[in-house]
């Protein structure tokens, strides 16, 4: 059974309806038996809550030697921004206080004008903050505008880490192709593991185990 963070973070997604049990189709065009929303953590109280349990994770990571140090957060647009706001709320809470930067979708002409705002990159070692990594471009663009800023990519930090298969032919999850094609760690607060872990001490969701079970079977990541 899941603990700590991971525990805390699955109970909220699941009171806040970001996480949800069905029939999903996604992107990759698989049919999903659940599905993960960020942009339900729509209050002050779930983002905070949601935030505790990012530091927590990323606290962990760090003391486990998983990562290296950092001095800034980056929030990739869009649902990255609040994630990494929040974050950077969190961790001035507990005493420590991050500069924070986010990019735009669009080059703004005016202005200041420009595609960052926040907190200068140069010289920094950056953490990326994200909600899930699908096909990665979101990583990606945003590993390019920060080294376009002079900082340096630390490590990216998700909610959730689907554990699965990039394609049939490609044993690693999205996240693990991240990592060992740009050398930068990966940490999620939890992963498919630890929400078959959450199901199955659940009364309510002990029926989905079963589905979990087997979309792991078919599609779960090398490691998954």
């Known amino acids: ?10 109970q909220l997604a699941l009171d806040a309806n970001a996480l949800r049990f069905g029939e999903f189709t996604l992107k990759s065009g698989r049919t999903s038996p659940y599905f993960f929303n960020a942009g339900h953590f729509d209050s002050g109280a779930a983002l905070a809550t949601l935030a505790g349990c990012y ?8 003391v486990a030697g998983s990562i290296g140090s950092f001095d800034l957060l980056f929030g990739p647009a869009y649902k990255g921004i609040p994630l990494a706001t929040a974050l950077a709320c969190e961790y001035a809470r507990r005493g ?9 979708k669009e080059a703004k002409d005016h ?15 950056v953490l990326v903050v994200d909600d899930v990594i699908t096909a990665g471009t979101a990583i990606r663009e945003a590993l390019a505008i920060i080294a376009e800023g002079g900082g340096t990519p630390a490590a ?17 999850s999205a996240a693990q192709a991240v990592a060992e094609t740009h050398g930068i760690p990966v940490i999620a607060i939890a992963g498919l593991s630890d929400l078959l872990a959450f199901a199955s001490e659940s009364a309510t969701l002990a029926a989905e185990r079963d589905r ?7 599609h779960g990541s090398r490691t998954g």
């Open 1 to 10: 059974m899941p603990t700590d963070h991971r525990q805390s973070f699955l």
């Open 55 to 62: 530091a927590d994770a990323i606290d962990a990571a760090a």
């Open 96 to 104: 420590r206080d991050l500069p924070l930067a986010f990019n735009r």
């Open 111 to 125: 202005g200041e004008g420009g595609r960052l705002i926040g907190a200068p990159l140069a010289g920094r070692r």
């Open 156 to 172: 990216i930090a998700i909610a959730l880490d689907r554990q699965e298969r990039v394609a049939d032919d490609d044993g690693r």
């Open 212 to 218: 979990l079970l087997a979309y792991r079977a078919r």
